[in-house]
């Protein structure tokens, strides 16, 4: 084994750079199980997964399992090679083109910005229906109090990673009991009859024919994807995890996810019947709260999920901040965006700047209408872009580790076998969607059309700043440690 370490990435005005050993492995599973925000996406999806499905919804949960778990093996072995805050963006343009390592990063940064669009409304109207259903409806209503939210979230993300994963915990352990503890309940009550017009678990809800069929399953395997997304969070606070653990952190909440998803979808689509649940679609996790206890245990319901939400959009500022203030310091964006707080060692301009980015979404979506139109067309293609930014990954793994994959059994399965099935199961996804119109030309348009500006973009960055990383990808920062497993 040959070890060499590198440290080319100091900050552009200092060398102050993100505080390592920050946090340990609990706190970036934290972090990457909030950024999938089980409960909120739960109740986001319930609905549309007996749309899809019926009642199957654990069939695509279970199918997607294997490639997250294969594109994190990915992530894994790539952060073990270099920790960094680009993660996606750092690894495909040093291991496989520059250019396709920006479009890797920007497509990520539109996921994790113009994402929120979808966050920030549902803080608001959560938090007011406890006090007017009029307010709660009122669109610039839930604009103000998402947008003080927004805030709040933005502060404590500046203000230190550590400070980041204590305000995860706190939310976790609340919204993650919650949870737990409705799934039982619903499990006990519907089975001893003491919820009316509720619907019983039978050998249909786990075949392809109580899904309705192969295509139909594929439908429900879109919305898998989008309810294990956002894991990846992990991999973008590398550089803060104690002894490298970001990419096991990532593992492991995989499994996690899984385990959530399995048991929350099971226990609660059969609260009451479908059509029940679609008048309720915007609230499904109330109803059944309701269903379960009452008026109070439907407003603790209610705040596990805006707790949930909340939780989400602070991881989704904390990966947006760290994935742009690693293309400010390899000069790929200005380098601005590359600059660290040297007393709270974040990247102070990186975090506040997408944090308002949130904000002037929120607003432009609720006072433009053109502009809320043209967000929620790209909200649409999130998904899409999310497996674009897996298969890269997955892909970059495997062809970074291509001379070593077949050293062993074990090395085999886990760095070539895995990761290939998770990249060719997302090649499969994003085929699938486009030939099948799963997406309206609008949708299109405007999310593919977001997506290819980062290609121009990245010539741009290329021609005006010339950054080295462009000339020589190796010249990105990390400390990072080559062994024979590589293919340098």
């Known amino acids: 084994m040959s070890i060499h370490r590198t440290s080319s990435g100091a900050t552009p005005d200092s060398e102050v750079g993100l505080r390592t050993d920050a946090i340990g492995f609990g706190d970036t599973v934290v972090l990457a199980m909030a950024s999938?925000?089980?409960?909120?996406?739960?109740?986001?999806s319930l609905a549309a997964i007996l749309i899809a499905v019926s009642y199957a919804g654990f069939l695509p949960i279970l199918i997607c399992f294997v490639p997250m778990i294969g594109i994190a093996l990915g992530y894994q072995r790539l952060n073990a090679w270099q920790p960094s805050?680009?993660?996606?963006?750092?690894?495909?343009?040093?291991?496989?083109?520059?250019?396709?390592?920006?479009?890797s990063g920007w497509i990520m940064l539109m996921y994790y910005t113009i994402g929120t669009v979808s966050l920030t409304p549902i803080l608001g109207s959560y938090l007011l229906s406890f006090f007017s259903n009029a307010a709660a409806n009122n669109s610039t209503d839930t604009a103000i109090v998402g947008t003080l939210f927004n805030l709040l979230v933005l502060a404590i993300a500046a203000l230190g990673i550590k400070l980041s994963a204590r305000f995860q915990w706190l939310w976790a352990f609340f919204e993650y009991l919650v949870l737990a503890g409705f799934s039982v309940a619903a499990v006990v009550l519907i089975?001893?009859?003491?919820?009316?017009?509720?619907?019983?678990?039978?050998?249909?809800?786990?075949?392809?024919?109580?899904?309705?069929?192969?295509h139909a399953l594929l439908g429900g395997i879109l919305i898998a994807i989008f309810l294990y997304s956002g894991w990846d969070t992990a991999a973008y606070v590398g550089e803060e995890v104690k002894a490298r653990r970001a990419g096991s952190a990532a593992l492991t909440s995989v499994v996690l996810l899984f385990v959530v998803y399995s048991v929350g979808v099971i226990a609660l689509q059969g609260i009451a019947p479908n059509a029940t649940i679609q008048a309720h679609a915007g609230?499904?996790?109330?109803?059944?709260?309701?269903?379960?206890?009452?008026?109070?245990?439907?407003?603790?319901?209610?705040?596990?999920?805006?707790?949930?939400?909340?939780?989400?959009?602070?991881?989704?500022?904390?990966?947006?901040?760290?994935?742009?203030?690693?293309?400010?310091?390899?000069?790929?964006?200005?380098?601005?965006?590359?600059?660290?707080?040297?007393?709270?060692?974040t990247p102070m301009n990186a975090t506040i700047l997408m944090g308002l980015l949130n904000v002037v979404f929120l607003w432009g979506s609720v006072l433009v209408g053109s502009i809320g139109t043209a967000l929620s067309d790209v909200v649409s293609t999130l998904g899409l872009m999310a497996?674009?930014?897996?298969?890269?990954?997955?892909?970059?793994?495997?062809?970074y580790y291509r001379r070593t994959v077949t050293s062993s059994v074990s090395n085999?399965?886990?760095?070539?076998?895995?990761?290939?099935?998770?990249?060719?199961?997302?090649?499969?996804?994003?085929?699938?969607?486009?030939?099948?119109?799963?997406?309206?030309?609008?949708?299109?348009s405007f999310g593919l059309g977001v997506a290819a500006f980062g290609i121009v973009l990245s010539f741009v960055s290329s021609r005006v700043g010339k950054a080295a990383f462009y000339s020589d990808p190796t010249s990105s920062h990390g400390d990072t440690i080559d062994t024979d497993l590589g293919s340098a």
């Open 283 to 345: 609230n499904v996790l109330a109803l059944v709260g309701q269903k379960i206890g009452g008026t109070f245990w439907q407003d603790v319901m209610i705040v596990a999920v805006l707790g949930g939400t909340l939780a989400s959009l602070q991881a989704a500022i904390v990966s947006a901040a760290r994935i742009s203030f690693a293309m400010g310091r390899d000069r790929v964006f200005p380098g601005w965006f590359g600059r660290v707080s040297a007393k709270y060692r």
């Open 191 to 214: 089975y001893t009859n003491h919820i009316s017009h509720s619907v019983k678990m039978s050998s249909s809800w786990f075949s392809v024919g109580g899904a309705g069929g192969f």
């Open 36 to 44: 999938s925000g089980p409960t909120q996406s739960i109740a986001a």
């Open 387 to 399: 497996a674009m930014f897996y298969l890269l990954t997955a892909a970059t793994a495997v062809w």
């Open 85 to 103: 805050a680009g993660a996606t963006y750092s690894w495909v343009g040093r291991a496989v083109n520059p250019h396709a390592g920006f479009f």
């Open 412 to 444: 085999f399965i886990l760095g070539g076998v895995l990761p290939t099935f998770g990249a060719a199961f997302m090649a499969f996804v994003i085929i699938y969607e486009l030939a099948t119109g799963a997406l309206n030309g609008v949708e299109l």
